[in-house]
């Protein structure tokens, strides 16, 4: 499904941070009028009240029946925020919630039972367009709305569609989180340059273009991330030299992000 039924019934954004801010720049270069999208931010940015002169609604008084309102507040900020939605709920408009750690059933407790209610986890990279987001909905949203949902979330990167919700902090623990992982890597990867003689400017250059380089060519190249390692692998070379502490079972990558993302999902069920 396309944007239309937004286009033409409005949109509502609760929350308008970065993540918000990101997304609503997506819709608007995807077509959707400023005049159909309706904010409410207790802060808003130099950026909304620009927008707001061109006919975005700021902190107005909302539609009867808008489309979609999608949830973008931080969690801590729920329990205040979701109940000026409460008039919104029960009737054809889709909530769709990109809250980290708020399971569906906290909305609909506070929405109604038989609310649309789609919860999706982004990640960071959506800031730039290169996120990914996985989403799943209740009972009662249908193929249409998930679709609607899919079109508004693929303004900042890729969609995947979960089974289950239980599924959630599996997600949380690698996509969500997993931008981190990466970020210390390149921080990791830097230092041992610099252990090894090299400039901490130089180190960190050549650190953060290694990771994005291998990042995109994983991302899209036909072979297997398995295969590109082998392909980059001499035998008896330096990468194998560094691969035989890297793969060790022991302490290597494969036991220690496994112990971190494990962690990560505890956490996300606990919060959960």
Known sequence: MSLEKVKTDGLVLLGCG??????LEGWLAGGIAPDQVWILDPAPSARLQDLAGQGLHLNAEL???????????KPQMMGE???QMAALGGGETVFLSIAAGTPIAAFAAVLGENT?????MPN???????GITALIGNPYVDEAALGMAESLLQAVGQTVRLADESQMDAVTAVSGSGPAYVFHLIETLAVAGV????????AMQLAKATVAGAGALAEQSGESPEQLRINVTSPGGTTA??????MDPADGF???MRRAVQAAAARSRELG
């Open 63 to 73: 539609p009867e029946t808008p489309a979609v309102c999608v949830i973008a507040v």
């Open 81 to 83: 925020a979701l109940p």
């Open 254 to 256: 494969p036991a220690l």
């Open 241 to 246: 030299a560094a691969l035989q502490v890297l």
């Open 195 to 202: 252990a090894e003689g090299l400039p901490e400017d130089l």
């Open 18 to 23: 970065k993540m918000g801010s990101a997304m």
């Open 124 to 130: 960071t990279p959506a800031a730039i367009g290169r």
């Open 116 to 120: 649309p209610i789609i919860r999706a």
